[in-house]
């Protein structure tokens, strides 16, 4: 890089924390990167890219569910396994579990192509499949599962999934691989 082209970003930075408000070149280099937070020309407060990201990571983990919440393994009550088969089918197809307990799902797939573990009422599954679908006619091989209540497990591996199931009802689990679902591939949580 030549010794002009490595002067035009820090005098460009410079620019804009004066434009901003900012009083020195100081300002404009010790953040080379990322922003400061310091009063802008708008007399309000911005907050840097940290705190961005800190707010995103918190609005990810705090998704509302009617039937309960994610949790932490080492808050377990105990561990259900559940196999994923290519027959369709979960087994064991039916878990009670009593309301404010805390469950560890471990899902092994024993089959020879990927299953899904989606925790979530009929609506919530029907939607969910209604994603899957949509993403296989845009093209796309396999969709990435970034909800706390779905994973996606590889034949021959193991998936850990934790919730605490607050409110009684049923909650359904279900594969929305392609045609999975229809074929039947779906269990039920009892919530007495």
């Known amino acids: 890089m030549s010794l002009g082209r490595s002067l035009v970003l820090p005098i460009a930075l410079v620019v804009l924390v004066s434009a901003c408000g900012?009083?020195?070149?100081?300002?404009?280099?010790s953040g080379m990167g990322e922003m400061?937070?310091?009063?802008?020309?708008?007399?309000?407060?911005?907050k840097t890219e940290d705190e961005h990201g800190d707010e995103a990571h918190a609005a990810e983990d705090d998704h509302s569910f009617a039937f309960?919440?994610?949790a932490q393994a080492s808050q377990a009550d105990r561990t259900v396994v559940i196999e994923a088969s290519d027959e369709m089918a979960f087994d064991p197809d039916s878990v009670d579990v009593p309301a404010g307990e805390v469950i560890t799902f471990e899902v092994e797939n024993i089959g020879k192509i990927p299953h899904d573990f989606t925790l979530g009422d009929e609506h919530a599954q029907e939607e969910h499949e209604q994603e899957m679908a949509e993403s296989m006619e845009s093209g796309g091989m396999e969709m990435a599962h970034d909800d706390p209540n779905v994973m996606t497990v590889?034949?021959?591996?193991?998936?850990?999934?934790?919730?605490?199931?607050?409110?009684?009802?049923?909650?359904?689990?279900?594969?929305?691989?392609?045609?999975?679902?229809e074929a039947g591939m779906v269990g039920a949580v009892v919530i007495p």
């Open 68 to 70: 309960g919440a994610p």
């Open 154 to 181: 590889e034949p021959g591996e193991t998936g850990s999934l934790t919730w605490s199931f607050t409110e009684s009802g049923t909650v359904l689990y279900g594969c929305h691989q392609p045609g999975h679902y």
């Open 36 to 46: 400061t937070e310091e009063e802008h020309a708008d007399g309000q407060a911005h």
């Open 22 to 29: 900012g009083t020195s070149s100081e300002t404009a280099m």
